[in-house]
């Protein structure tokens, strides 16, 4: 029967970012991460893939998850709006089950490393395109759902920002609303 060690998967990520922040991702193994965790490769394993795996674990959620959500957005709503309100109500998950502070150090983390910056970009696609399918679902044009997935992506990612680097000063829904109301003031004053 394997013996499975209370919390190593937090000690592991806690290891990995330490060292990541103190050497910079390409710089730090599996090894040194485990070493530092005082776990093995094989506890390593179990919860990761490889060490890219530690910063972007459940990632791959986000995108079904947004577009569940904009499918399930009140059908009399425009799909702007239907978009804004998925947008925030995945948001709201989100800050359930993210620290702040850990998503900080992750930026600041994929900010030294173009492997990293490249997968972010990566992620941030495969949310465009199923927001934009979901909403081409829900009947908007194709020329309209990629406009709206763009600039919902672009929401998320201001609004996810302001929140990480000021926590306690509003909500991520409230961040998400303030970064679409922003912009829609941008349109307004021309």
């Known amino acids: 029967m394997p013996r499975w060690e209370q ?3 937090d000690r592991l990520r806690e290891a990995a970012f330490e060292l990541f922040l103190e050497h910079g991702y390409e710089n730090v193994t599996v090894t040194q991460i485990t070493e530092r ?4 490769r094989r506890t390593f394993s179990r919860y ?6 530690v910063l972007f674990a459940g990632s791959e ?4 998850a947004l577009a569940e959500a904009v499918l399930k957005a009140d059908a009399e709503l425009a799909p702007f ?3 804004l309100v998925a947008i925030e109500q995945v948001g709201e998950v989100l800050a359930d089950q993210v620290a702040p502070h850990a998503a900080a150090q992750r930026r600041a983390i994929a900010k030294g490393s173009a492997e990293l910056q490249e997968r972010e970009r990566t992620k941030f696609a495969a949310v465009t395109d199923a927001i934009d399918a979901a909403l081409r679902q829900r009947g908007a044009t194709s020329s309209t759902a990629g406009l709206l997935a763009d600039v919902g992506v672009a929401i ?3 609004g996810f920002g302001r929140w990480v680097d000021e926590p306690d000063a509003a909500t991520l829904p409230n961040r998400i609303r303030e970064a679409a109301a922003e912009l829609a003031a941008v349109f307004d004053s021309r």
């Open 81 to 83: 709006e239907a978009m």
């Open 156 to 158: 998320f990612r201001t």
């Open 7 to 9: 919390g190593a998967e």
């Open 37 to 40: 965790a005082g776990l093995t």
């Open 61 to 64: 959620r986000l995108p079904g």
């Open 48 to 53: 990761f893939a490889d060490k890219r795996d």
